[in-house]
């Protein structure tokens, strides 16, 4: 805690002056990198699918089956006439804003829907985004400044907390699968292929029958607070977006008497020896049932749920749905802990790997540009103090690779001064008089300057837009010092030249 508090000066703290933020690798802190299960989601999303449809058949008066993978569903009909029907109102219904979702192949009294690619990879990508959202509002629970929150290709999730050192909790509540399913319990007259058998979470031996037909997931839940009923019970007041709203009243008014079963969804690991007393550890999601309450009315988008066990139980439930439900279960890969005292040690070698560039930098420019060299050292100064207010006025968060993009602006920064003074050298060299060369040499060389330093800032608008973490650091500082680089060349090294040789009648230059 002692290393994480900002050593800004009072008077500087007086005029507003905040430290600049440090990334994980200067303030030490967790990494985690988290993989989303994408086939494991594919799978029941096709699953609820499947079961949809053959609920819609039956309202229809068409009797069918269905079997799904992580690819498709396979709809089983019992005569062909109900076949027909059935193809009908899928090929009615077999599009999306993006394209048709399936294709249609029919094989005896089956119908296999092989799901098009594009609506596969939306499916996944929802996952993924979801999971994104779901991630940050939980990292802001835990209240860290400046975290990273990013995708990292196809189904992987990268997670940097700065400043923290408690692993353990930060993992349980980033980590943890909480959601919720609400079914309607099962008609005894359903076939086994349209219900569930789950059991009772804080009940033993106690288990009931739901339908597959998932009515609304706790993706739709906008707000959820723990309290108490009126016999002193926890419960879970819960409000739902208008989506949500909708799905719950039409699911609730034509079953007004029977019950609605909320599942509770968790991803829980199991540790075992194999064979070679190796420790194995695997992932698996539980499901139980916390609510199967009578429907009394219609539901909106307002309710909630009871049964829950104790108030530490019904917090932990609310905190985890208010910060966002995760569409699929995710699983740790990769884990790291930077402890304060290396990222001071980074800290350290960066600013010395800037002194370090900027004095010969500074010794280099005066040894062999004289005057003009010191006129380019004190706009590197300028430079150098103008990427770090920048950096502090927007926010942005310094990186050791970001460290390392300024330790690179410190030698790019005097390039433009480098062209001037060669200009200037060029003109001397034609007889011109020292104060028209000194103005040539600044206007000729400024188109020079400018296409370099803006294909450089192009490169560096690049980087920042398709890297990683590490990556942005460094194309932030890189691009800040870009831009200040410009406005130090120009506008500081030119009105310390006027200063010195300015108004002057100068018989003889030396560059």
Do not use: C
Not at 92 to 121: A, D, M, R, V
Not at 164 to 174: F, H, L, N, P, Y
Not at 453 to 460: E, R, S
């Amino acid at each position: 805690a002692m290393s994480s508090e900002p050593s800004t000066p009072e008077w500087l703290r007086s005029l507003g002056g905040k430290p600049i933020n440090l990334g994980l690798d200067l303030a030490g802190g967790i990494h985690f990198l988290l993989e989303v299960d994408t086939d494991r989601y594919s799978s029941e999303r096709l699953s609820s699918e499947g079961a949809s449809l053959v609920e819609e058949f039956l309202k229809r008066n068409i009797n069918s089956s269905y079997t799904s993978n992580t690819s498709g569903i396979v709809l089983a009909f019992r005569n062909i006439e109900n076949l027909r029907s059935a193809r009908d109102y899928l090929e009615q219904n077999n599009f999306t804003t993006s394209g048709s979702k399936y294709t249609i192949i029919q094989e005896g009294n089956n119908l296999n829907l092989e799901y098009t690619q594009n609506y596969l990879s939306e499916i996944v990508d929802y996952a993924v985004e979801q999971n994104l959202v779901a991630l940050r509002n939980r990292v802001n629970e835990l209240g860290v400044s400046e975290p990273i929150v990013q995708r990292e290709g196809k189904g992987r999730i990268v997670v940097e907390l700065p400043g923290v050192q408690d692993s353990a909790s930060a993992k349980k509540i980033i980590g943890k699968t909480a959601n919720l399913e609400f079914r309607l319990e099962a008609k005894t007259s359903d076939s086994f292929l349209r219900k569930d058998k789950f059991q009772y979470k804080d009940q033993p031996g106690r288990s009931a029958f739901l339908e597959k037909v998932v009515v609304l997931t706790g993706d739709n839940v906008t707000n959820a607070q723990s309290g108490f009923d009126e016999n002193g019970g926890s419960q879970v007041n819960i409000s739902l977006d208008i989506d949500g709203g909708r799905a719950m009243q039409n699911a609730t008014r034509d079953n007004i008497g029977r019950r609605l079963g909320v599942v509770l969804v968790e991803e829980k690991t199991k540790t075992f020896f194999d064979d070679e007393n190796n420790v194995i550890q695997e992932s698996f999601i539980e499901k139980s049932i916390i609510s199967n309450a009578t429907i009394q009315d219609v539901l909106g988008t307002s309710f909630r749920i009871t049964g829950l066990g104790n108030s530490s139980a019904a917090s932990e439930l609310a905190l985890l749905l208010r910060a966002g439900a995760l569409a699929a279960p995710m699983k740790f890969v990769e884990e790291q802990t930077i402890g304060p005292t290396l990222g001071q040690e980074n800290i350290e070698k960066g600013v010395n790997s800037v002194l370090i560039g900027f004095l010969l930098v500074f010794i280099f420019m005066l040894v062999r540009y004289r005057l003009f060299g010191l006129s380019a050292n004190f706009a590197l100064i300028t430079n150098l103090v103008l990427v770090t207010a920048v950096m502090s006025m927007v926010g942005a968060t310094l990186t050791l690779p970001g460290i390392a993009g300024i330790v690179l602006t410190v030698g790019m920064a005097v390039d433009a001064n480098v062209l001037i003074f060669a200009r200037i050298s060029e003109e001397l060299k034609n007889n011109i008089d020292p104060q028209s060369a000194i103005k040539n040499g600044f206007a000729k060389a400024f188109s020079t300057i400018m296409d370099a330093n803006i294909t450089t800032l192009l490169v560096a608008l690049i980087l920042y837009a398709i890297g990683t973490g590490p990556i942005k650091g460094f194309a932030i500082t890189l691009s800040i010092g870009i831009i200040t680089s410009i406005f130090t060349a120009i506008l500081v090294t030119r009105s310390l030249v006027n200063f010195i040789y300015g108004y002057r009648d100068i018989k003889e230059l030396k560059v």
